[in-house]
């Protein structure tokens, strides 16, 4: 019992001791090494949040592994249509990383092909806008089509906006109409089944019909 009593007197006396030393110090940490002051700090998050659509019409890499999301479908049409080069200029004119025509431009507002081949942010704003005028002319076709089989390849509506991109939208609906028979090709010989099978089955939802979509 005497033991015991001992035990935590000296207890008692050892944290009276440490608490002293403590408080009694005049010592101060110098915080000064572990300040940010005149550091440039580069913050991974913007001070204001953007938009989904902003986000998708950004020029950004998202990710290697984009699978079958609309990121995925609209680079895997860059990648076919010029590698994804933004200054790409084919033979036959076509424009950008999206290979746009002129015409084209024009009726989602773009008149400037100069300034639309070196604004990269204004060729993605394009390419949705395109897509969206696509989807609305062919609102009736993807309702009708999609599910069915036409040439041995299941019918998308992802398969057939990359097809409109590809041919415009009046060839994807005589194609679609004709079940297969009335296959436009463009100068290289890429036909609209070509597109209809290689951009099968990508997410496309983010795509609102929009009959007056203009990228400006």
């Known amino acids: 019992m005497v033991k015991n009593i001992a035990s935590y007197f000296t207890l008692g006396l050892t944290i009276c001791f440490l608490l002293y030393v403590s408080f009694s110090s005049n010592e101060t940490v110098d915080l000064s090494k572990y300040s940010t002051k005149g550091l ?4 991974t998050v913007g001070s ?3 938009g989904d659509r902003d986000l998708i019409a950004s020029n950004e890499v ?4 984009l699978g079958k999301s609309f990121v995925g479908f609209k680079e895997a049409v860059a990648f076919k249509e010029s590698r994804g080069d933004y200054a790409c200029v084919n033979t036959f004119g076509y ?23 070196n604004d990269p942010k204004l060729q993605e704003k394009a390419f949705i806008a395109n897509a969206e005028r696509n989807k609305w002319i062919l609102r009736r076709d993807i309702r009708n089509f999609v599910g ?9 509506e992802s398969g057939i906006l990359a097809a409109a991109h590809l ?21 290289f010989g890429t036909t609209v089944y070509t597109y ?5 089955g990508y997410d ?6 929009n009959k007056k979509a203009k990228a400006i």
């Open 40 to 43: 440039d700090l580069d913050y």
């Open 48 to 50: 204001e949040d953007a």
């Open 62 to 65: 998202f990710s290697p592994y």
């Open 95 to 117: 424009l950008g990383k999206y290979q746009f025509g002129k015409e084209t431009l024009k009726l989602i507002g773009i008149n400037n092909p100069n300034e639309f081949l």
């Open 148 to 156: 069915k089989r036409i040439n041995g390849v299941i019918v998308t």
């Open 167 to 187: 041919a415009g939208p009046g060839s994807v609906k005589k194609y679609l109409r004709s079940y297969g028979l009335d296959n436009f090709a463009d100068g």
């Open 196 to 200: 209809m099978k290689r951009f099968s």
């Open 204 to 209: 496309t939802s983010f795509i609102k019909p």
